[in-house]
C-alpha cells in the first residue's frame, strides 16, 4: 500500500466530472463512475475524486491540498483516502490482456 497521496487536479478531468465533483459529497459513487465512462483508469485519481469530494475544504482552486504529514488529522485523513482506495481500486476497468486466449 503507498505511502505517499499524489497531488490532485481537477482540471485534469473532463466537464462531466468537474460538474458531478460540485455536488454533494454523497454523490462520490457517482462522479467516480462519470470518470470511469470518460476513460480514467487510475485508482489513485479517482481515489482523489472521492477524497476530495469529502474535504472541499482543502480545495484551493482545482487543487487538492495534500495531506501533509505534519497535519494533525494525518492519521485520519490518510486512513480515510486507503479506504477510498480500497473501494474504487475494484471498480476500475482492467485492460483486457494482450495475446489471450
Same mark, same amino acid.
Given at each position: 500500500m503507498k505511502d505517499t497521496i499524489? &497531488? @490532485?487536479n481537477l482540471s485534469e478531468f473532463s466537464k462531466s466530472v468537474r460538474e458531478a @465533483?460540485?455536488?454533494s459529497s454523497n454523490f462520490w459513487p457517482?462522479?467516480?463512475d462519470?470518470?470511469?465512462k470518460s476513460g480514467v483508469r487510475d485508482a489513485d485519481k479517482l481515489t482523489n475524486l472521492a477524497f476530495y469530494m469529502q474535504h472541499k475544504?482543502? &480545495?484551493h482552486g482545482d487543487f487538492g491540498k495534500p495531506i501533509a504529514r505534519t497535519d494533525p488529522r494525518y492519521q485520519r485523513l490518510s486512513a480515510e483516502w486507503k479506504s477510498f482506495r480500497n473501494v474504487i481500486t475494484p471498480l476500475v476497468p482492467q485492460e483486457p490482456m494482450?495475446?489471450?486466449s
Open positions: 499524489p &497531488m @490532485f @465533483f460540485t455536488k457517482t462522479c467516480i462519470e470518470a470511469i475544504d482543502r &480545495m494482450l495475446g489471450g
